[in-house]
């Protein structure tokens, strides 16, 4: 599959649209759309209840998400978001009076509060200060204490776009016996992970930014040595082997991460997420990750010849698919750009731009060419 291709999966671009906002909600592809209908048809008309097909889009899922995070398919298992994936964590782990947890300063909250809340009893919350919305591993690193238990970081900054080193930082856990949690949500979709290499404990993802897919759907990556050491804080019906043995009533816990998929799970969710997984296989994970990046740079050229200076930037290794800068005027600027039917974000007084592997430097160039004239409407009319 080819830009071009790819490109004819997404109706929306029929708009004349620039979607540049991955990074908060993905545009339905035709592959998607096509999944739910189907998915909608069956249960309306067809086979309504169809429990067996589910099962097996579940597993095929399961199956190449642990080829896209080289792992194994049963190392993963399927939640609703990405902070409850994060509180799985945060309430399975049993702990002690006067441990420590590593986060940083510029942490989305949903990488924060379920932490915070563990305050309660006793546990000390330590704070890294970021740079412009970057926590280096080395910062990080630097920070740990005697009784730091976790460090807990996302795999791509929200608002910067600051890409961690995650081997580095795994490396270092490792060394400590620290468990490392990583909110991947801004990066897997379009940043691969490979956990052979990253040894990274703890991975909570919800799928609807750069997984395109739907909201209420997540999932999350344990390890078996971490999954040893918790302690579920609930226990559900498909918790447990033999669960279809209704009146048993042996509470007799899966090993698998699937053991923290308590109930019924987002069916259509689950068929996007196949759906989507099929188009990023069908055009490369790699290449995926290729075209994000070489778009990130041509963007960032692009900003710096405006004399605007991104929040992130460097090598390529920390670079993501979210590009920001801030901006006295980005409220301006960012209805400006919204007028010519270019979406981004604002976020914290900075505009952010989160173009997709099918989204084309053409698009940049149009962008920058809107950017430019409002950056310079709204200097104007600040001056007069």
Known sequence: MNIKEARELFPYLRTGRIYFN????????QRVLTAIRSFLVNASELKIEDYPSFLKIMEETKKELGIYLNCDSERIAFLDNTTNGINVLAAGIEWKKGDRILLNDAEFPGNVYPFMHLQRRGVEVDFVRSDNGAASADAIIDAIKPGTRLVS?????FLSGYRVDLKKLSKACKEKDIILCVDAIQGLGAIRMDLKEEEVDFISCGTQKWMLGLQGLSY????????????????????????????DYKL????????????TLNSLGIYSLHASLGLFK?????????HVLNNTEYLIDQLTGLGIQPMAGGERKNLSGIVAFKHK?????????????????IREGAIRIAPHFYNTEEEI?????????AVQRSTFNVQR
């Open 329 to 345: 005027n980005a409220q301006h600027i960012f209805d400006e750009l919204e007028n010519h039917n270019i979406t981004c974000a």
């Open 252 to 263: 007799d816990p899966k090993s698998s991460a699937a053991l923290f998929q308590t109930g």
């Open 153 to 157: 970081v996302s795999q791509v900054q």
């Open 365 to 373: 160039d149009r962008f920058i060419e809107v950017l430019k004239a």
């Open 282 to 290: 069908e055009f490369g994970y790699s290449n995926v990750e290729e």
């Open 22 to 29: 991955h990074a908060s909600s993905a545009p339905v592809s």
């Open 220 to 247: 999350i990556y344990v390890s078996e040595e971490l999954q040893k050491k918790m302690t579920p804080a609930y226990m559900g019906w498909l918790s447990v082997n033999d669960a279809w043995n209704l009146l």
